[in-house]
Nanobody
Framework: QVQLVESGGGLVQAGGSLRLSCAAS????????MGWFRQAPGKEREFVAA????????RYGDSVKGRFTISKHNAKNTVYLQMNSLEPEDTAVYYC???????????????WGQGTQVTVSS
């Protein structure tokens, strides 16, 4: 069982930056693929980024490539999402997720956090 708690969301102006954190419980954090998703009101949950268990592989959604960076610190049981050049279209609730298998952009993850709100003003 893994519990995930996101933090770092907030209100930022367009062009600004935020760093989201996701703290995970459990000793086996290091073996999980971690992902970030987001969901805006009235829209489906969208894949943002994912990172392999050892941090060796990453994948990004097309809308965030070149602006967002995912990283993983196994010793701290934490995954991060650095978000730069934020746009109003990035406004959403951001969710952290974990799965035992490899990277996927689908929502087939085993564990999910409660989400953190990110609002980008124009």
């Amino acid at each position: 069982q893994v519990q995930l708690v996101e933090s770092g969301g907030g209100l930022v102006q367009a062009g600004g930056s935020l760093r989201l954190s996701c703290a995970a419980s459990g000793r086996t954090f290091s073996i999980y693929t971690m992902g970030w998703f987001r969901q805006a009101p009235g829209k489906e949950r969208e894949f943002v980024a994912a990172i392999s268990w050892n941090g060796g592989s990453t994948r990004y959604g097309d809308s965030v490539k070149g602006r967002f960076t995912i990283s993983k610190h196994n010793a701290k049981n934490t995954v991060y999402l650095q978000m730069n050049s934020l746009e109003p279209e990035d406004t959403a609730v951001y969710y952290c997720a974990a799965r035992r298998a490899g990277i996927t952009a689908t929502t087939e993850y085993d564990y999910w956090g409660q989400g953190t709100q990110v609002t980008v003003s124009s």
